[in-house]
């Protein structure tokens, strides 16, 4: 059994799959914030007293905390239950979940008013752009894609002014469908920026 789950947004998103890669158990909550007290209850819920053979967890970008609280949570009980740990993109389980074909561009709101873009295949899952991080304006003159889904759509179709933004967020039951090379990736938060706190120099 393999163990989804992501932070990075205003969701808590887990779900279970089985050998085959077939969704069988799922939980999806728009929450807002509380993921550190939802998320093992969630997890509790699904697994019915069981435990998976893998854990796969959402790294980012999104919030800084919510995806913070994910791989600490990934971490403790990859290593109680002796168990393989990977990332997935957040960017792209978003994406996986969208109704439309071809390109999709998953934007989501990022610190300081700016918003991570990031498109993607329907098809294959992959990326077809780098990710980046940018005011809105910036980020709707580097992204070609009419469908824009993600907490950040509304803003990035507005500076445009073109598109459609469908409101949406991440949900494990996708994950299976990104490629493996976006759901093994190393454990550890993708942020797209630099963190806004500097080391202090020694005198």
Same mark, same amino acid.
């Given at each position: 059994m393999i163990l989804a789950f992501d932070t990075s947004s205003a969701a808590c998103t887990a779900a279970l799959f089985d050998g085959s890669g077939t969704c069988v158990a799922r939980r999806d909550e728009v929450i807002g914030r509380g993921h550190s007290e939802r998320l093992v209850p969630m997890i509790a819920e699904l697994l019915e007293g069981g435990r998976p053979d893998s854990i796969i967890v959402g790294v980012g970008p999104g919030s800084f905390t919510g995806i913070?609280? @994910? =791989? #600490? #949570? #990934?971490? @403790?009980?990859? =290593? @109680?239950?002796?168990? +393989?740990?990977? &990332?997935? $993109? $957040?960017?792209?389980?978003? #994406? !996986? @979940? !969208?109704? +439309?074909? &071809? +390109?999709i561009a998953a934007a989501v709101i990022g610190g300081h008013g700016e918003l991570f873009v990031q498109q993607f295949d329907s098809e294959s899952g992959n990326a077809t752009s780098e990710l980046i991080n940018a005011p809105p304006a910036a980020a709707a003159a580097a992204t070609r894609v009419g469908i824009v889904v993600g907490s950040g759509a509304r803003q990035l179709v507005e500076a445009r002014g073109w598109g459609n933004a469908r409101e949406g967020w991440p949900s494990a039951a996708n994950a299976m469908r990104l490629p493996p090379a976006l759901r093994s990736c190393p454990p550890k938060p993708v942020y797209a920026r630099a963190p806004d706190a500097r080391a202090r120099e020694a005198a």
């Open positions: 913070r609280v @994910g =791989i #600490a #949570a #990934a971490n @403790g009980l990859a =290593i @109680g239950w002796n168990v +393989e740990l990977h &990332g997935m $993109s $957040s960017l792209a389980l978003l #994406a !996986a @979940g !969208a109704p +439309e074909q &071809g +390109e």
